[in-house]
């Protein structure tokens, strides 16, 4: 039978009350921003690049904040949203005493994927001369493509004097890691993708060294292709030697399967402070 990619990476079809979902992140945000502002806990809009949207806001837990460091990377199928509607993501963590990172990137059609991958690349290399500390990455959907691929970076090509760890552990939620599929989608109008660039910026066909953790989950109510995706990557890079572990999200479906992130008790920040605490000790 022949895969319909347009109707199974239309994630606003699958999700009518998608409108209401992206008010309520917004809202979610001005009001993190907020309350972390109140009490000096945020930093927005540092830059660590040279176009307007290359900005990161910082947010920092309560009480000591040299802990662990983790970014959080938005999703929006690389063409869409900035940090401000995701400020409420680092809730959860901030709870569990680790300083997040929210960075914002250069969206398609100005740019191409592969330019905003190098624009995380930056940011992270950013918080490394920043902090001197290894980051916990995670990323929802064009998000936690960005977040593998942070993962599989050769860091000391980009700068000797980085760590060549310098993301050893990434949680990737409703990622994308073999974009051949979006070729054949109405989208590409925006992405401007072939079959070999594709190919290039997929992260599944990356060398990743071993010894990374990846997460790969998913809310369960996605499309199959969605949950095939978080599949692939896990038993992919899991051959290659990277400790990959798959979930499916009971009763979550993309847009509702972040919400977790905002509960400091929650299974999801609990496995991401894991992960934070395992960059963090390298």
């Not at 950013?126 to 691929?149: E, I, P």
């Not at 990374?212 to 978080?230: T, Y």
Request: with cysteine.
């Amino acid at each position: 039978m022949t895969t319909d990619y347009e109707a199974e990476y239309n994630n606003s079809t699958r999700v009518p009350e998608h409108p209401e979902i992206f008010a309520r992140w917004a809202r979610d945000g001005a009001a993190y921003r907020a309350e972390t502002g109140k009490e000096g806990r945020a930093e927005i809009g540092l830059t660590y690049g040279p176009s307007a949207r290359q900005t990161i806001d910082l947010f920092k837990p309560r009480g000591d904040a040299d802990g662990p460091l983790a970014m959080f990377i938005h999703g929006g199928y690389w063409r869409s949203f900035d940090p401000s509607s995701f400020s409420q993501m680092a809730r959860g963590m901030n709870g569990r005493g680790i300083t997040v990172a929210v960075p914002g990137y250069d969206l398609c059609p100005h740019v191409t994927i592969a330019q905003i991958i190098e624009q995380m690349q930056a940011a992270c290399l950013f918080l490394w001369r920043r902090f001197k500390r290894r980051v916990m990455v995670s990323g929802h959907s064009a998000g936690g493509h960005l977040a593998a691929c942070m993962i599989a970076t050769d860091w000391k090509r980009l700068d000797a004097d980085a760590p060549a760890d310098l993301v050893p552990t990434a949680y990737a939620i409703s990622g994308l890691f073999d974009l051949a599929p979006l070729v054949q989608i109405s989208r590409n109008a925006d992405f401007k993708l072939d079959a070999a660039e594709a190919r290039r910026v997929s992260p599944l066909f990356w060398p990743v060294p071993p010894g990374r953790m990846l997460d790969a989950v998913v809310g369960a109510l996605e499309s199959s292709e969605f949950l095939r995706q978080s599949r692939i990557i896990a038993d992919g890079w899991g051959a290659k030697g990277v400790k990959t572990r798959y979930e499916a999200i009971a009763g979550m479906n993309h847009f509702t399967v972040c919400d977790a992130m905002m509960d400091a008790d929650s299974a999801m920040t609990q496995r991401m402070t894991v992960l934070a605490n395992i960059a963090a000790s390298r």
